[in-house]
């Protein structure tokens, strides 16, 4: 016997999802059938609303449902800092460490051969323009993951960048090679950013 057919696209749709597999999702979707339907409701319309109401900030890159987003639109933090990381999701993480009061800017993700990623694929012409439009910036620090991609996106970034005058730092990741920032703990990314050091 098969599942209805609205089950079986929800399973389907759910499988859509990382790490779950087909037992997981078939227990989501009969759970979300004895969900109650305002519930079921609010579910749908805050999965569209990821697709509807966020954007990129037109500044840094940061996923915003106003745009600039909170962050850049915050006149009292430091304008002289950029911290640059690979996803929106690690502004999220920087934001916990209370070490760092600066703006961001989100590449989009890294320098990749492999993949076929070059700089124009990331977010880097705007940083570039950021940085000769608003003379404040002082010191780019460099928070991509400790991958060699990682790395060699940040070496990219500061090449292209001291030229112009401005420090470019490295997050002092107290990191195992390879470790993504968003798995690292607080008081890792807090010495991290602490000890950062020069490019
Ligand atoms: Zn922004």
């Known amino acids: 016997m098969q599942y209805p057919e609205p089950i079986a696209k929800l399973i389907d749709s759910y499988m859509k999802l990382p790490g779950i597999g087909n037992k997981t999702a078939t227990r989501l979707a009969f759970y979300t059938v004895d969900m109650n339907k305002d519930d079921v409701k609010e579910f749908s319309h805050a999965l569209l609303a990821t697709k509807e109401d966020l954007h990129y900030c037109s500044i840094c890159g940061n996923l915003t449902d106003e745009d600039p987003?909170?962050?850049?639109?915050?006149?009292?933090?430091?304008?002289?800092?950029?911290?640059?990381?690979?996803?929106?999701?690690?502004?999220?993480?920087?934001?916990?460490v209370q070490e760092?009061?600066?703006?961001?800017?989100?590449?989009?993700?890294?320098l990749s051969p492999i993949e076929g990623k070059g700089p124009e694929d990331l977010n880097i012409t705007s940083l570039i323009r950021r940085l000769q439009k608003n003379g404040e910036v002082k010191e780019v620090i460099v928070a991509t993951n400790a991958t060699p991609e990682g790395e060699a996106t940040a070496m990219y970034l500061s090449k292209l960048?001291?030229?112009?005058?401005?420090?470019?730092?490295?997050?002092?990741?107290?990191?195992?090679?390879?470790?993504?920032?968003?798995?690292?703990?607080?008081?890792?990314?807090?010495?991290?950013?602490?000890?950062?050091?020069?490019?």
Do not use: N, W
């Not at 639109?73 to 916990?96: A, H, N, S, Y």
């Not at 760092?100 to 890294?110: A, D, F, P, S, T």
């Open 100 to 110: 760092y009061h600066g703006l961001y800017h989100v590449l989009h993700g890294v």
């Open 69 to 96: 987003c909170e962050i850049c639109r915050d006149k009292t933090r430091d304008q002289t800092k950029i911290l640059v990381v690979e996803q929106p999701k690690d502004i999220m993480v920087m934001e916990k």
């Open 161 to 199: 960048i001291k030229p112009a005058g401005i420090r470019v730092t490295r997050l002092a990741h107290g990191l195992s090679v390879g470790t993504d920032i968003e798995y690292a703990d607080e008081m890792t990314l807090f010495k991290a950013v602490q000890g950062r050091t020069e490019m």
